[in-house]
């Protein structure tokens, strides 16, 4: 019994110390919850504050607000009484004012671009301009070539006065027999022992001369001997065409021409254009191509070949309609060129951009041959009004006092007002005039524009 006793009272104790133990935790769980209770309500207090506080503020702002903006309608009202009264002093209006601003910006931007430019394209040409002239240089002094200048009519000598009525014949037979058979008008005037053949086919032309050559030597001038020597005349003609344009491609290694390319080449030793023989033109030109195209690493072969194919168009182009150029992409790409060759053919004079550093080539091949002095030649009245054309586009020009086309129209010096043209717009207005002058005018190779701009001050000692 006294053992149960004691064990009870041991169990007892565990219990009331666990209820202490627990009594004690929720004591200080209390005063755990009470502190909380305080911060709480103490926070609630603060947001209640601040809350009165924003309160406050927004209805000073909101006031503030109605205060702006009763000041920015009165600001507006003063802005536009100073501008009327700013317009009424000025004179002008509030567009004109911006359109004014605008002009004078752009002004600016263009002088600033202007600057720019220049500086660019001097820092590219130090290099290209040594580059190119080289290159130019080396093609020039490596060739040089003779030509004859044909012209677009031909003159027979006579033995005598009396052969002209053998020419014509008893009631005009003789010489209608020999239009009829050549095609070509035979004039015959007062020009002293002289027959003048007229007509648009060169090579109709010259078959006509030496057949008329070989009558007049021969001395049998009658209907019948006429045809015959005509037909005889004609093959000759035929078989130098043949030749001529096979010593060409002969010339220039140009192997696998397609025999009607090669007659079409042969055919160009009788056209001509501006006075230049356009045989002798297309071997310059395949010439100078070769040589710029050795200097740059190209294929030269191919280089000489569309030199020499590229104006073959002009063989056909009195029958039939449309440029030189297109006409002769077509003939080479019919006789099955290459394509890069058909190309450049068809780009020399920009009837289609350029694509390839051959079909530059070409252009400034091309270039170079009839823009060189004394290749060409034309009239006298086409030259002179070419000449005041070129100065009147520089006259139309503000600012521009004087202007001269010098180097028979391939230079032109346009001085200008120092106190209406600056530095910087001298640039602007060579680009402008250059471009003017392409739109407007036709000419062959190129002309150079120069702008000149000084500043002289003069005083005399009394």
């Known amino acids: 019994m006294l053992q149960s006793k004691e064990k009870a009272y041991q169990i007892k104790e565990e219990a009331e110390q666990e209820i202490r133990t627990s009594r004690q935790e929720l004591k200080d769980e209390q005063r755990r919850l009470d502190r909380k ?17 924003l309160v406050g503020r927004e209805k000073r702002c909101a006031g503030r607000e109605q205060v702006m903006a009763a000041r920015e309608k009165e600001i ?21 004012a911006k359109q004014m601003l605008m002009e004078s910006i752009e002004s600016e931007a263009r002088l600033d671009a202007a600057k720019r430019l220049a500086r660019i394209e001097n820092d590219m040409k130090l290099e290209a301009d040594r580059k ?9 002094a490596r060739y040089a070539g003779d030509y004859v200048a044909d012209k677009t009519v031909s003159m027979v000598p006579l033995p005598n006065e009396e052969m002209k009525g053998r020419i014509i014949g008893r009631e005009g037979r003789n010489i209608r027999a020999i239009e009829a058979a050549t095609g070509i008008d035979i004039i015959i005037d007062d020009t002293p022992e002289a027959v ?21 030597s021969d001395g049998r001038i009658h209907p019948a001997r006429i045809e015959e020597v005509v037909a005889k005349v004609t093959k000759d003609v035929e078989l130098e065409i043949r030749e001529a344009g096979e010593q060409a491609t002969f010339d ?3 192997h696998g021409v397609h025999p009607d390319l090669v007659n079409l080449i042969g055919r160009l030793k009788y056209r001509t254009s501006y006075g230049q023989n356009i045989l002798q033109h297309s071997l310059e030109v395949a010439f100078l191509c070769g040589v710029m195209a050795a200097e740059l690493g190209l294929d030269v072969k191919k280089a000489k070949r569309t030199g020499l194919l590229h ?25 099955g060129e290459a394509d890069d060759v058909v190309y450049a053919i068809g780009a020399h004079h920009a009837d289609q951009p350029p694509k390839s550093v ?32 070129l100065e009147n586009i520089a006259n139309s020009f503000k600012g521009v006092e004087k202007s001269y086309a010098i180097q028979a129209g391939r230079d032109l010096r346009i001085i200008v007002d120092s106190k209406v043209v600056r530095d910087d717009e001298a640039l602007l207005m060579s680009q402008d005039i250059a471009r003017k002058i392409e739109e407007q005018l036709t000419y062959p190779g190129q002309i150079r524009v120069t702008v000149i701009r000084e500043t002289r001050v003069v005083e005399y000692a009394k």
């Open 37 to 53: 209770l305080d911060e709480v309500q103490n926070e609630l207090a603060n947001l209640k504050k601040k809350e009165a506080h």
């Open 76 to 96: 507006e009202s003063l802005i536009g009484q100073q501008r009327d009264k700013l317009e009424a002093i000025a004179g002008i209006g509030r567009d004109q």
């Open 132 to 140: 190119g002239k080289n290159i130019l240089a080396l093609a020039i």
């Open 252 to 254: 220039l290694g140009a």
């Open 358 to 389: 051959l079909d530059i080539l070409v252009q400034s091949a091309d270039a170079l041959s009839g823009a060189r002095p004394g290749a060409r030649k034309e009239m006298l009245q086409s030259y002179v009004k070419r000449l005041e054309d």
């Open 196 to 216: 003048i053949l007229s007509g648009f086919n060169p090579i109709r032309r010259e078959i006509a001369r030496l057949a008329l050559e070989q009558l007049i």
């Open 311 to 335: 104006d073959i168009g002009k063989a056909v182009d009195h029958e039939v309609e449309g440029s030189h150029a297109i006409i002769g992409r077509d003939l080479a790409r019919k006789y």
